[in-house]
T-cell receptor, first 114, second 113 residues
Framework: GQQVMQIPQYQHVQEGEDFTTYCNSS?????IQWYKQRPGGHPVFLIQ?????EVKKQKRLTFQFGEAKKNSSLHITATQTTDVGTYFC??????????????FGKGTKLSVKP | KAGVTQTPRYLIKTRGQQVTLSCSPI?????VSWYQQTPGQGLQFLFE???????NKGNFPGRFSGRQFSNSRSEMNVSTLELGDSALYLC????????????FGEGSRLTVL
């Protein structure tokens, strides 16, 4: 069945270092969403990408959607302790042209050492 | 605007019991989805409701069921609990299905002993 995969599973960085997480789908996606879950919290929406090759920035966060719309990445520049959490990508289940529920990757857990 | 509200936040049950979890979506949101979150499997889709109808269902056994009321509030039920059902159950809402971001509640943490 349709799958969304993320790597790495864990990433430990020193504060100030950069961080990147990668998301790959087994199928072409109409859009991809990114969420962040702080420790002990719930997932919170960060952004949605729709267009092939799209790049969006939110302060130190840069999101990319691949040309084939099957992969995406999130890059954080100069990480801070406030960036700690698990980052999830999610794509809609495709039903022969229709969309269904969001399928989530297993996430990348980021820890930042001050 | 109030967020998604889930009750109870924490509960402990024993094997064989059943549990009902409740979710009140953001006002105006008519689509409610449920996810099970465990350390090993991540976020797994349970089901989605819209206008009191189940639109999609994930790959879970029939012990997992849900419903949605006319005011868009939703409940999910798990019968004959097993140890492996211990998880964080997250409810998420959005205005209509297939459009836009999911707004998650804080979850109901179920422990099965």
């Amino acid at each position: 069945g349709q799958q969304v995969m993320q790597i790495p599973q864990y990433q430990h960085v020193q504060e100030g270092e950069d961080f990147t997480t990668y998301c790959n789908s087994s199928t072409t996606l109409s859009n991809i969403q990114w969420y962040k879950q702080r420790p002990g919290g719930h997932p919170v929406f960060l952004i949605q990408l729709v267009k092939s090759g799209e790049v969006k920035k939110q302060k130190r966060l840069t999101f990319q959607f691949g040309e084939a719309k099957k992969n995406s990445s999130l890059h954080i520049t100069a990480t801070q302790t406030t960036d700690v959490g698990t980052y999830f990508c999610a794509g809609p289940r495709e039903y022969g042209g229709s969309q269904g529920n969001l399928i989530f990757g297993k996430g990348t857990k980021l820890s930042v050492k001050p | 605007k109030a967020g998604v509200t889930q009750t109870p936040r924490y509960l402990i049950k024993t094997r064989g019991q059943q549990v009902t979890l409740s979710c009140s979506p953001i006002s105006g949101h008519r689509s409610v989805s449920w996810y099970q979150q465990t350390p090993g499997q991540g976020l797994q889709f349970l089901f989605e409701y819209f206008s009191e109808t189940q639109r999609n269902k994930g790959n879970f056994p029939g012990r997992f069921s849900g419903r949605q009321f006319s005011n868009s509030r939703s409940e999910m039920n798990v019968s004959t609990l097993e140890l492996g059902d211990s998880a964080l159950y997250l409810c998420a809402s959005r205005t209509i299905p297939d459009l836009g971001e999911l707004f998650f509640g804080e979850g109901s943490r179920l422990t099965v002993l």
